[in-house]
Nanobody, 118 residues
Framework: VQLQASGGGLVQAGGYLRLSCAAS????????MGWFRQAPGKEREFVAT????????LYSNSVKGRFTISRDNAKNTVLLQMNSLKPEDTAVYYC????????????WGQGTLVTVSS
C-alpha cells in the first residue's frame, strides 16, 4: 500500500490544521492506519490511529480531546483534525498503515511538517 500525506504548515498556538493521508494499492488489507510524529531531537511517537474494519480509534494521551482522526471511505483517506495546537505539537507528522498480516507499521508516507508558533 502507498501513502501520500499532505496538510502541514505553520500555525499559531491555539489554531488548527488538518492533515490528510491517501492510501492506494492493497487498501483492503489494511488493519489500521494513523499518524506518528517526530519532534526535533526526539524519537518518533504515536499520535492516533483508526482501525479499518471497525472504525474504532485510539489516541495518545498528549492529543486526546484536541485531535480527531476520521476516514473518508470513498477516497481511502484518513484525516487528522488538529485543534487547540500547542508549540509542543511541532513535529514532522507521518501517516502509517499496518496490514492485517503485520505486527508493526510497515508502510509509511512521507512526512509533513507542522510548526506551531507561540
Amino acid at each position: 500500500v502507498q501513502l501520500q500525506a499532505s496538510g502541514g504548515g505553520l500555525v499559531q498556538a491555539g489554531g488548527y490544521l488538518r492533515l490528510s493521508c491517501a492510501a492506494s494499492g492493497r487498501t483492503f488489507s489494511i488493519h489500521d492506519m494513523g499518524w506518528f510524529r517526530q519532534a526535533p531531537g526526539k524519537e518518533r511517537e504515536f499520535v492516533a490511529t483508526m482501525y479499518w474494519s471497525s472504525g474504532n480509534t485510539l489516541y495518545s494521551n498528549s492529543v486526546k480531546g484536541r485531535f480527531t482522526i476520521s476516514r473518508d471511505n470513498a477516497k481511502n483517506t484518513v484525516l487528522l483534525q488538529m485543534n487547540s495546537l500547542k508549540p509542543e505539537d511541532t513535529a514532522v507528522y507521518y501517516c502509517a498503515a499496518k496490514m492485517g498480516s503485520d505486527s508493526l507499521y510497515m508502510h509509511w508516507g512521507q512526512g509533513t511538517l507542522v510548526t506551531v508558533s507561540s
